[in-house]
């Protein structure tokens, strides 16, 4: 029974660490060079960006993460009635950490690395890393990876990436 805790508890710190690589690479490296992420934290990015265009918004306050987290509540519902409780638990720690995450890394007002390409290569690296740490632990960020898991149960040609691919179209569209 012990080893048993000693192993969640080791699946948590990984995905701890996987969330603040993530949430790391996207505000300090991407979003200061005026780049978005695609799934549910680009639609949270864009949505940021309007309301600090529209309604001003402070800026050293980032409240994606919070919006991302209002996102995710219907997704948590559909994880937790879908596919048990184990992937319902990760997932909402992995959102709960991200939303605190993304508000306390503050985004630099000037860009750590100007050069846009650069800026995304080792911001897309740290992201990439803490999503594979947390998808390693068992866990999952939410969001389009709910989805995709949901319609690959409903529909026999369906996959994750697909629905990866149709959101992050949506978002790099707008």
């Known amino acids: 029974m012990q080893i048993l805790k000693s192993k969640k508890n080791k ?3 990984w995905m701890f660490i996987g969330s603040l690589l993530f949430c790391a690479g996207l505000n300090w490296f991407i979003v200061p060079v005026g780049l978005y992420n695609g799934g549910t934290v680009g639609i949270s990015q864009i949505i940021r960006s309007l309301l600090q265009d529209y309604i001003h918004l402070p800026a050293g306050f980032d409240i994606a993460g919070i919006i991302n987290f209002l996102i995710n509540i219907p997704l948590l519902f559909l994880a937790y009635s879908k596919f048990g409780k184990d992937l319902f638990l990760k997932t909402v720690f992995s959102v709960i950490t991200q ?3 993304f508000s306390i890394l503050t985004i630099p007002q000037i860009p750590i690395i100007d050069e846009q ?3 995304c290569l ?3 690296l740290m992201a990439g890393a803490g999503v594979g740490l947390t998808l390693r632990a068992g866990g999952s960020g939410g969001g389009a990876d709910v989805l995709g898991l949901y319609f690959t149960q409903r529909f026999k040609d369906f996959s994750v990436g ?3 691919l149709i959101i992050n179209a949506a978002v ?3």
């Open 172 to 174: 790099y569209s707008t």
């Open 117 to 119: 390409i650069t800026a």
């Open 162 to 164: 697909k629905m990866t």
């Open 99 to 101: 939303t605190i995450l």
């Open 11 to 13: 699946e948590y710190m």
């Open 122 to 124: 080792i911001g897309g």
